[in-house]
């Protein structure tokens, strides 16, 4: 059972436009989320990260949203760069565990930058 | 600051055969968790290691195992490896397993 999900295995934007990578989750456990940059062959890259709390948060060009409600949460890239192209892991985690349970990914959307 | 370390980057290992595994974490950071990835499965958590114990483990069988030393590196170790435990295998480290987690290059495991 997928706990969390990533439903477009790919997004094509063009470059200069705005992002939106979705993310969904059914663990209602989940209070800490983080995204996720990864070239081939190389370890993930830390993005942005957002706590139950807030609903918010933003880093430059990358802005996290969270809606508990729907269990859903999106980040948002502006301006898009060819830079961008890669896979982004949307992750959560518990941390009513102390921090022990790990992290559960998505299973990644890959996004291409057209010039 | 140094990231994190996992060494060797690329192995390959005969079936049957065991194979161990290095990560050494941020400095400072004391949880150290593993992660298998692989096509089919995407990136799958094994276990979290905080102050050399063993917090929380991953559905994988008992073949897969890990340690952490007093200085936080940790080490996971593979017995009697089957092709199927080709995979890119990622460390990551944490402060504290509460806040973001930082992930290594990955030892990219192949059984032939």
């Known amino acids: 059972d997928q706990q969390v999900k990533q439903n477009s295995p790919s997004l094509s934007v063009q470059e200069g436009r705005i992002s939106i990578l979705n993310c969904d989750y059914t663990n209602s456990m989940f209070d800490y989320f983080l995204w996720y940059k990864k070239y081939p062959a190389e370890g993930p890259t830390f993005l942005i990260s957002i706590s139950s709390i807030k609903d918010k948060n933003e880093d430059g060009r990358f802005t996290v949203f969270l809606n508990k409600s729907a269990k859903h949460l999106s980040l948002h890239i502006v301006p898009s760069q060819p830079g961008d192209s890669a896979v982004y892991f949307c992750a959560a985690s518990s941390t009513s565990g102390g921090g022990a349970d790990g992290l559960t990914f998505g299973k990644g959307t890959h996004l291409i930058i057209q010039p | 600051k140094a990231g994190v370390t996992q060494t060797p980057r690329y192995l390959i290992k005969t079936r049957g055969q065991q194979v161990t595994l290095s990560c050494s974490p941020i400095s400072g950071h004391r949880s150290v968790s593993w992660y298998q990835q692989t096509p089919g499965q995407g990136l799958q958590f094994l276990f979290e290691?905080?102050?050399?114990?063993?917090?929380n483990k991953g559905n994988f069988p008992g073949r897969f195992s890990g340690r952490q030393f007093s200085n936080s590196r940790s080490e996971m170790n593979v017995s009697t490896l089957e092709l199927g435990d080709s995979a890119l295998y990622l460390c990551a480290s944490s402060l504290t397993g509460l806040t973001e987690a930082f992930f290594g290059q990955g030892t990219r495991l192949t059984v032939v």
């Open positions: 290691y905080f102050s050399e114990t063993q917090r």
